[in-house]
């Protein structure tokens, strides 16, 4: 009797576009540009060309806009188009799908992001790659949203306080009467041997520092304590804004062997004798794609 089995599902990998603080996941094939026109910046993806297309599918980003409604942003994409047809979308959203002013099919989708703000995303190709990467364009477009650290739900433990994007995996809390973590998982941001995905682990702690209990006891502390395989490669302020946690240091670090390398960032500051630190590590190669995340969260963690 014959066996019959399923290929593993292609992971969905996640980008956070740093200027526009767009997030999304898309397929590991698509590749991620970036370009300017007109004095614009926008980012694009494109789909994998099939054989039997001479133009790649492609998805343009559409930064949060200033305007009346969706409608008023869809003019400038619909002009001189034809077939238009105007749907609902998911999650609320709208969906126009049309030809284009040069004859190419397209869909474009806009959401509100609050106020009188609105983002989406355009894709546009030929109709076999529409058709054929259906599925992949759905989930990439449902998945699109502006990411709002003050939205971000708050994580309070032992004292301490961040706040971590939605989608993250929350991991495990340990305290004793004088330290704590906790610790946060990334969605898959690379993938490795066919389906294998890469995350990046990010954790807050707190430790009692060594008398005087000061911020330069805390960075001799973590300095004795790292391995020679650790570089620092960055070492700068890292101001309060504000927030209930003084100023401290924010490092950029390097650790790695012959067999691996990664890529670290660490936050840390001091008050009342404790030290609090904020850690974000991935692999080298996916760094890039962790870092505008954990600069982002850096700047919610506080004392409690």
Known sequence: MAISGCSPAEPLLSFIDEESSLSFTHPPRWSIGFAEQNGIRYRYLTAPLLVTDKEALSVTLISPTVAESAEAVSLAYLSGGSSVVQAPAFSGSTEWSFKDSSGVSSRLRLASAGGALYFGAWV???????????????????????????QWPEEKFAGM???????????????SPTNATMRFKSLALAV??????????????KEPVPPPGDLETFVRLLKDRVSDTVAVMEHKPWPSKGLDRPAGYRDFMRSGTTLTATRI????????????????????????????????????????
């Open 192 to 205: 490795d041997k066919g389906t294998d995905t890469i995350h990046g682990f990010v954790a807050v702690s």
């Open 265 to 304: 960032r660490r936050w840390i500051t001091v008050k009342n004798g404790v030290g609090l630190m904020f850690f974000c590590e991935s692999r080298a190669d996916a760094f890039d794609r962790l870092d505008p995340w954990c600069r982002r969260m850096a700047e919610t963690v506080r004392f409690e």
């Open 161 to 175: 306080v961040a706040r971590a994007p939605s989608t993250w995996t929350r991991g495990s809390r340990l305290s």
């Open 124 to 150: 546009r190709g030929p109709d076999a790659a529409l058709k054929s990467y259906q599925a992949r364009i759905d989930t990439l477009l449902d998945s699109l949203r502006v990411e709002n650290t003050s």
